[in-house]
């Protein structure tokens, strides 16, 4: 057990890093050239301007007429993404481990508040779950790979509340959470987690084509 969590804890955390960094940036750049190359038209008319007006106003909740039509998804979702984001970058245990390692950190959220939002996080999964089960409209849309990104992005979570609190066994928990972190962030190019770059992107594409030509809201 303990050659297995010092493996995870170095070469495997270095390998989901590279697989991330690289996995994105060519997923980019292969977005990128076959816009350039099937539709350079789209970079004669994105606006700046246009771009940040509808990513702004998509950010916000219940700004979208869409949103306000289902409030309760609209909190759900909210929540979810921003607990999702906000604790592993500024949960404590990870900024010390950077400061271990590289001799740099920043602010940190108390234990508490991120216990919070580590159960919104996966009161959200559980809600996305049911919902998927239940709703008729959205169970026809849904396939085996949807349950595996939940499944992929709630992990890491569960696993680190086990871990912290160590409830049945901590090296278990904590070799499980850096396993399912390192497992995460390398499906995140590859996979519909990706959405994470696309959003802004397709919010410019949006926000430039109906502001800057059409001269209307895309909300």
Same mark, same amino acid.
């Given at each position: 057990?303990?050659?297995?969590?010092?493996?995870?804890?170095?070469?495997?955390?270095?390998?989901?890093?590279?697989?991330?960094?690289?996995?994105?940036?060519?997923?980019? $750049?292969?977005?990128?050239?076959?816009? /350039?190359?099937?539709?350079?038209?789209?970079?004669?008319?994105?606006?700046?301007?246009?771009?940040?007006?509808?990513?702004? /106003?998509?950010?916000?909740?219940?700004?979208?007429? &869409?949103?306000?039509?289902?409030?309760?998804?609209?909190?759900?979702?909210?929540?979810?993404?921003?607990?999702?984001?906000?604790?592993?970058?500024?949960?404590?245990?990870?900024?010390?481990?950077? %400061?271990?390692?590289? &001799?740099?950190?920043?602010?940190?959220?108390? %234990?508490?508040?991120? %216990? @919070?939002?580590?159960?919104? @996080?996966? $009161?959200?999964?559980?809600?996305?779950?049911?919902?998927?089960?239940?709703?008729?409209? @959205?169970?026809?849309?849904?396939?085996?790979? %949807?349950?595996?990104?939940?499944?992929?992005?709630?992990? *890491?979570?569960?696993?680190?509340?086990?871990?912290?609190?160590?409830?049945? $066994?901590?090296?278990?928990?904590?070799?499980?959470?850096?396993?399912?972190?390192?497992?995460?962030?390398?499906? !995140? *190019?590859?996979?519909?987690?990706?959405?994470?770059?696309?959003?802004?992107?397709?919010?410019?594409?949006?926000?430039?084509?109906?502001?800057? !030509?059409?001269?209307?809201?895309?909300?």
């Amino acid at each position: 057990m303990h050659a297995l969590y010092a493996w995870v804890s170095g070469p495997l955390v270095w390998i989901a890093f590279l697989v991330f960094i690289g996995g994105t940036i060519y997923r980019l $750049g292969r977005l990128l050239g076959l816009a /350039h190359r099937k539709e350079r038209f789209l970079f004669t008319y994105i606006s700046l301007p246009h771009s940040l007006r509808s990513i702004a /106003h998509w950010s916000l909740p219940f700004a979208t007429t &869409n949103m306000r039509l289902h409030p309760v998804m609209t909190i759900v979702t909210f929540l979810f993404h921003i607990c999702l984001l906000v604790t592993p970058l500024f949960l404590s245990a990870h900024v010390i481990m950077w %400061d271990e390692a590289w &001799n740099f950190d920043w602010w940190t959220l108390p %234990d508490g508040l991120a %216990d @919070v939002m580590t159960l919104v @996080v996966i $009161g959200g999964a559980i809600f996305f779950l049911v919902r998927r089960l239940k709703l008729p409209e @959205v169970r026809y849309v849904t396939s085996a790979s %949807d349950f595996v990104i939940l499944a992929i992005t709630v992990m *890491p979570f569960l696993s680190g509340f086990m871990a912290y609190h160590q409830w049945f $066994g901590y090296r278990f928990w904590i070799i499980l959470h850096i396993i399912s972190g390192a497992v995460m962030l390398m499906a !995140i *190019p590859f996979s519909r987690l990706f959405h994470m770059f696309m959003a802004p992107l397709t919010r410019a594409y949006m926000g430039s084509e109906f502001g800057k !030509i059409r001269q209307a809201k895309d909300w």
